[in-house]
């Protein structure tokens, strides 16, 4: 897909890597649709406008059925068309699984898994229409291969690959395709106040030595919107985390 003069949806794009794609797809002459649950900053919008491409907030909670459909509908009063979707919006709730209780479970799930089939579903029916969209899904390399601590992510991450693969095979009925980035140790606030001994820990499991870059998860998410031959994949952007 040719994204100049495109429109890409990214939930979750006021900070880390939701912003860095927001900005690849600008930089791309995509148009923007911004998404976070409370605020995004004014900054954001002004920088991506920089671009020479447009730009609109819309403020929601993905996990909320009212909020998806009300956000969706904004969505196309602001633009024609959503060209590419990417869900990006998660949460993390960790905890080891004996002390995880229900609502610790649940409100990742939510989040994570029922809110990325919300999106995907509400705006497949314009997509089916034009027999053309791109989905793009952040899933997660504990979604492949789980973590200590991580059940509820883990699992609503392997969830969002199951989702991936199926809505590829029914979306390429009309030529839409969907694909997942499955990131590992990227460089965010978190990562920031890990103590020496931590980050030598994690570090000694990467086979490339380093954190990655939320840039370097942008490029895929590029890279797979423009690819017209890709689809039903998921790409482990990790270093070798996982070799």
Do not use: W
Request: aromatic residues 4%; neutral net charge.
């Amino acid at each position: 897909m040719d994204l100049e003069g495109k429109t890409a949806f990214i939930t979750g794009s006021s900070r880390g890597i939701g912003k860095q794609i927001a900005l690849a797809f600008a930089q791309a002459k995509c148009n923007v649709i911004l998404n976070a649950r409370k605020e995004v900053p004014a900054d954001l919008e002004e920088e991506i406008k920089a671009c020479g491409v447009e730009c609109t907030t819309i403020l929601g909670d993905i996990s909320q059925a009212e909020d998806v459909k009300r956000m969706v509908k904004e969505a196309y009063q602001a633009f024609p068309q959503i060209d590419v979707l990417v869900n990006n919006a998660g949460i993390t709730n960790d905890k080891l699984l004996i002390g995880m209780n229900e609502d610790d479970f649940r409100s990742v799930i939510d989040v994570n898994l029922v809110g990325t089939y919300a999106m995907t579903r509400a705006v497949l029916r314009k997509m089916n229409k034009k027999r053309s969209g791109v989905i793009i899904n952040l899933a997660s390399v504990v979604g492949l291969h789980g973590n200590v601590g991580q059940a509820n992510y883990a699992a609503s991450k392997a969830g969002v690959i199951g989702l991936t693969k199926t809505t590829a095979k029914e979306g390429a009925l009309r030529n839409i395709r969907c694909n997942a980035i499955a990131p590992g140790m990227i460089e965010s606030d978190m990562t920031k106040i890990l103590s020496d001994k931590v980050k030598k820990q994690l570090l000694e499991g990467i086979s490339l030595g380093r954190f990655g870059d939320a840039k370097e998860v942008a490029q895929t998410a590029i890279f797979l919107a423009q690819n017209d031959y890709i689809t039903g994949q998921v790409i482990s952007v990790d270093g070798g985390m996982t070799i």
